[in-house]
């Protein structure tokens, strides 16, 4: 991953807004919250909003916020995720799935600043830098008219693109000890190293939920390890299969979901709400489902 790094160093201190894509888990947030600690605006808030696992009945109001009585529900004024952002960042990930009504709004905000919480005629101004990710082919989302050309421009100022872990194996022993020392903290356990074998087994892995799945992994180990460094089996890694797939038959129920759900993924280009149609789920569940499989 140095030439993803070696870019975020280049572009953090610009203030440019940047687009980040790459397949699920593969570390977009982790670049996010990179460029904004540093960046100029890193003593200021990285505010972050989903935009696939929110409705695209209340997507305005997360965005600009409202003001009491601007719908049933509203009974207090609310701040929006741009005010929040003010002088800092805002992390739009799952930007492909932007509600089209919308798309008009966050491009006069990212032109001009500029905006009005929902039922609101006062206009606002903000400052804020916006760093967006997806997994999906924006350009192939524009050209069937579901995405537009031009906020499409505003967002990629600069684009990086994220290979998959299985793509930068010298990125893994960075990252898992990485990982280690977070959750070491978290869980307030003396482990401080793995041990040889399972930083091999760590290479090894085919990691097909990307830095996601190894974030996992490591946690995973910190609550079983018994000494001050990560075995082998505390990973939990199930060994690669030689040649071809098992059969579904030969799987668990939660393993051929896994399947079903990276197969619709893969088939719509990534597009959450159209592979939640073709699986028969909502778009919630079925990022809960991804949440689960480390998609």
Not at 229 to 250: F, I, K, N, Q
């Amino acid at each position: 991953m140095r030439p993803v790094l070696e870019i975020v160093a280049r572009v953090a201190p610009s203030d440019a807004n940047v687009l980040i894509v790459g397949e699920n888990g593969s570390g977009k947030g982790v670049i996010a919250r990179a460029i904004h600690g540093a960046s100029r605006r890193s003593s200021r808030p990285l505010v972050t909003l989903n935009a696939g696992g929110i409705s695209e009945g209340v997507f305005e109001s997360e965005l600009f916020g409202h003001v009491k009585g601007a719908f049933t529900d509203a009974r207090s004024d609310r701040v929006g995720r741009f005010e929040l952002a003010d002088g800092g960042t805002l992390f739009l990930d799952e930007i492909a799935n932007v509600p089209p009504s919308q798309q008009g709004k966050l491009l006069r905000v990212l032109e001009t600043g500029e905006f009005e919480r929902l039922g609101s005629s006062r206009t606002k101004r903000v400052d804020v830098r916006v760093l967006s990710a997806t997994k999906a082919d924006l350009p192939g989302e524009v050209a069937a008219g579901r995405f537009r050309q031009d906020l499409l421009f505003r967002l990629n100022t600069i684009e990086i693109r994220v290979p998959p872990l299985r793509q930068r194996r010298e990125d893994i022993p960075l990252l898992a000890q990485q990982f280690l020392q977070s959750h070491a903290r978290r869980y307030r356990k003396d482990i401080s190293a793995f041990e040889p074998a399972a930083l091999q087994a760590l290479l090894d892995h085919s990691w097909p939920g990307n830095v996601r799945e190894l974030d996992h992994a490591v946690e995973r180990s910190v609550l079983m390890a018994q000494g001050s460094r990560v075995r082998p089996a505390d990973l939990g890694l199930r060994p690669a299969r030689e040649g071809a797939e098992a059969p579904l038959e030969e799987r668990s129920l939660e393993e051929v979901e896994g399947v079903l759900i990276r197969k619709a993924l893969s088939r719509y280009g990534g597009n959450v709400s159209r592979a939640a149609e073709a699986l028969g789920l909502s778009r919630s569940a079925l990022y809960r489902r991804m949440e689960k499989h480390g998609l």
